[in-house]
């Protein structure tokens, strides 16, 4: 039995640590809000989920948290939804809740969140896993939490409703050079209402040549009431290597702080050129995550 069904055991105490793993629940809120709320940037995700939700307990869609209790007290948790996302996991609790997702045989899209989290929550669920397509130990997570000192590219601005089918093409360009397929592959219905919810919610950032191309864009792909995480970032062939490229995040980065105080991202390690980017616009690195990719 999934142990996140309500007929399941409520408690599973791991022989490792003696720390009780279950399914959070609505009385569960507060205790996870203040577990996130130690790191809004590295917790973004859940501190969106809460936001929006309001409570600890399982999603309708069948998003579920995972709370790790040590004498009663909450000290981890682990988002488990079509991706898996720790918050304050380590070495210890980890790979314990590895193995407690390991025995729903749950298939998920992808992990990540802070490397120390993901790749031990990963040493155990890899062995029920398919093999991943991608794993990327090093991702630099970066922060600034005041304007850039570079002139910010005064073309960006959110992107119009009535501007989807030009955007989404280069939408699903950077999906392809970032993640490796078409997120479009098997029909654009849903990655298409990603793109417009994004618009909607004036999260997805633009700017066009004279001939109406895009010429650069970016979404603030998470947001809280704390923190704007940047995502997507996507510079048109065309004008690659022109230098335009602080610029144009100089101008995300006044667009992330308009809607909170502080705006992160984060980049592969391998990614040169993006990191030097984010070098020259101002960021710092706060700490360093890690995906896997299915």
């Not at 490792?16 to 809000?33: F, N």
């Not at 073309?155 to 699903?172: F, I, K």
């Not at 592959?185 to 999260?203: F, P, S």
Request: glycine content about 8%.
């Amino acid at each position: 039995m999934a142990p996140w069904l309500p007929s399941a055991k409520p408690d599973i105490r791991s022989a490792a640590s003696g720390a009780a793993l279950r399914i959070l629940r609505d009385e569960d809120t507060v205790a996870l809000w203040d577990l996130a709320a130690a790191d809004p940037v590295a917790n973004i995700f859940m501190l969106s989920h809460l936001e929006s939700a309001r409570t600890a307990a399982p999603t309708s869609s069948g998003g579920r948290v995972v709370g790790v209790f040590d004498g009663g007290t909450l000290v981890g948790a682990c988002w488990a939804g079509v991706n898996v996302v720790p918050i304050g996991l380590d070495a210890d609790t980890g790979p314990e809740v590895g193995q407690y997702l390991a025995r729903s045989r749950n298939r998920f899209s992808s992990i990540f969140g802070p490397a120390d989290a993901v790749l031990s929550l990963w040493s155990e669920l890899r062995s029920v896993s398919p093999q991943p397509f991608d794993v990327r130990p090093e991702q630099p997570l970066l922060q600034m939490a005041a304007p850039s000192l570079v002139a910010p590219a005064p073309g960006l601005r959110p992107a119009h409703p009535n501007e989807l089918d030009v955007l989404l093409p280069a939408c699903t360009a950077m999906f392809e050079e970032e993640v490796g397929y078409s997120p479009v592959a098997n029909g654009d219905r849903h990655y298409r209402q990603r793109v417009k919810g994004l618009i909607e919610r004036r999260q997805s950032l633009v700017d066009f040549d004279a001939a109406g191309r895009v010429v650069f864009k970016a979404e603030l792909g998470t947001v809280s009431s704390q923190a704007a995480q940047v995502q997507g970032v996507w510079m048109n062939p065309e004008y690659r290597g022109q230098g335009l490229s602080a610029a144009y995040m100089s101008a995300v980065v006044g667009a992330a702080l308009d809607v909170a105080p502080v705006v992160s991202l984060y980049v592969n390690a391998y990614n040169s050129a993006a990191r030097a980017t984010y070098d020259a616009v101002g960021f710092e690195q706060v700490g360093t995550f890690a995906t896997i990719l299915f």
